[in-house]
């Protein structure tokens, strides 16, 4: 399979229906081996693309990974980023909210995590939490003092959905570019994933039981995706639905993607004057001496 972008791009204004989306697509190799060099492919041109995008320094890139547990964040992040020069490239997880970050604004937090020119910011998890695992445990905003009860009506998640399109049209507006992946597991995949966390002493670290009470919400955060997916996919800030029941196929897709997405932003290295190209044929003369 040829991977195409727009195959798992959600366009802005679609209703989502997540069981329409697949988790498992015809992957773009036919043996391990070829999936290795098509990665190191993939790695080696973000590679050179990410140093172009450093020495432009014109634009941002934020890079936002959700999905349910064991979908794959972070083993997507760690191979496909592999090749990143660590200067041009920060990655931030976030869990529960501190007491700090309370008392301010939902998307306070990220807010001041995100990249400056020049680099590549990467959420793994991120302020979509706040209309993800919040909506389906509402219990949350009572706790957080921002609610007597939780909300009985759509317009407390429609008002959350509007502050994050309008954040990142700021964003986007400002040069920063935006893309945003849902690793879209199925519940069976997940379920064995989970057996190797447990039946591998080297990944029981990665379980605990909280993992388990999250699993049977698996309806509710079905639908809690496909809510934000459908308000919140917009075409200066796309959501793309990546399979991820093949977690090597899921790499190579997030990796083509980001690879369009600095491809289009037509880049080039800063041209140099006629008074610095002077300036440094005076210092080579010194340097030749």
Same mark, same amino acid.
């Given at each position: 399979m ?27 190799y ?10 190191a ?12 995008? =450093? ?12 999905? *349910? ?7 997507a992040?760690?191979?496909? *980023? ?24 939902f ?27 919040v ?10 003092g ?14 959350? =959905? ?39 002493p ?6 605990g ?24 996919s ?5 959501? =793309? ?15 083509q ?9 037509? *880049?080039? =290295?800063?041209?140099?004057t ?16």
């Amino acid at each position: 399979m040829k991977i195409s972008s727009k195959d798992f791009r959600v366009p802005a204004g679609t209703q989502v229906s997540l069981g329409k989306w697949p988790t498992r697509v015809p992957p773009a190799y036919k043996s391990k081996k070829e999936y290795r060099k098509l990665l190191a492919t993939h790695i080696e041109a973000l590679s050179s693309l990410q140093a172009l995008h =450093y020495a432009a320094d014109r634009r941002a890139v934020l890079i936002i990974f959700q999905g *349910m547990d064991a979908a794959g964040k972070d083993g997507a992040i760690r191979h496909v *980023m592999s090749g990143v020069n660590p200067q041009g490239c920060e990655v931030f997880s976030f869990k529960q909210p501190s007491a700090e970050e309370l008392q301010h604004d939902f998307l306070w937090r990220s807010t001041c995590r995100l990249p400056e020119r020049g680099r590549i910011g990467i959420f793994n998890r991120s302020y979509y939490e706040d209309v993800l695992v919040v909506r389906v445990h509402p219990e949350i905003l009572v706790s957080q003092g921002l609610v007597a009860k939780a909300p009985a009506e759509n317009t407390f998640w429609e008002e959350r =959905y509007r502050s994050i399109v309008d954040l990142e049209a700021h964003l986007h507006r400002n040069g920063t570019r935006v893309i945003k992946f849902f690793l879209h597991l199925s519940r069976d995949e997940q379920r064995k994933r989970f057996l190797e966390r447990i039946d591998e002493p080297d990944k029981n670290w990665k379980f605990g039981a909280a993992d388990i009470a999250e699993r049977k919400c698996w309806p509710l955060y079905m639908q809690a995706y496909e809510a934000c997916l459908s308000a919140t996919s917009t075409a200066d800030a796309p959501w =793309y639905v990546v399979p991820a029941d093949d977690k090597q196929s899921a790499r190579l897709i997030v990796s083509q993607i980001i690879l369009d997405l600095f491809k289009d932003l037509k *880049m080039s =290295y800063p041209k140099t004057t006629t008074e610095r190209h002077r300036e440094l044929q005076a210092i080579r003369k010194q340097l030749v001496k």
